[in-house]
C-alpha cells in the first residue's frame, strides 16, 4: 500500500510565529475601553433594526455614541501624552 503525502507546501505554513506578541497584546489593551465601547453601541444599533426606536431605545444609542467619544478620547489622550518629551514644555 503507497501512502499519499502532500506534494507542495501548504498555503500558510504552520508558524511560531503565529501568536500575538506582547507588544500586539498590549495595544489591544490598552484599546479594549473602545473596542468595549463600540460593541454596546453596535448591539444597541442592531436592537432597533427592525422596528422603531423607542424613547429608551434612542438614550440608550446616544449614551452608547457618547461612551465611544469619551474611550476614543481617553485613547487619544494616552497616546499623545505617551508622545511628549520629558523636560519639554507644551
Do not use: H, Y
Request: hydrophobic residues 45%; proline residues 6%; aromatic residues 2%.
Amino acid at each position: 500500500m503507497k501512502s499519499i503525502a502532500a506534494l507542495q507546501d501548504l498555503v500558510t505554513p504552520w508558524s511560531d510565529g503565529l501568536e500575538p506578541s506582547d507588544a500586539e497584546l498590549d495595544a489591544i489593551e490598552r484599546e479594549m475601553p473602545l473596542i468595549q465601547a463600540r460593541v454596546e453601541l453596535l448591539d444597541a444599533q442592531i436592537t432597533v433594526l427592525d422596528r422603531t426606536p423607542s424613547v429608551l431605545d434612542e438614550r440608550r444609542i446616544r449614551r452608547a455614541r457618547n461612551r465611544v467619544l469619551a474611550a476614543r478620547r481617553d485613547l487619544t489622550n494616552q497616546a499623545a501624552a505617551a508622545t511628549v518629551m520629558p523636560g519639554v514644555a507644551a
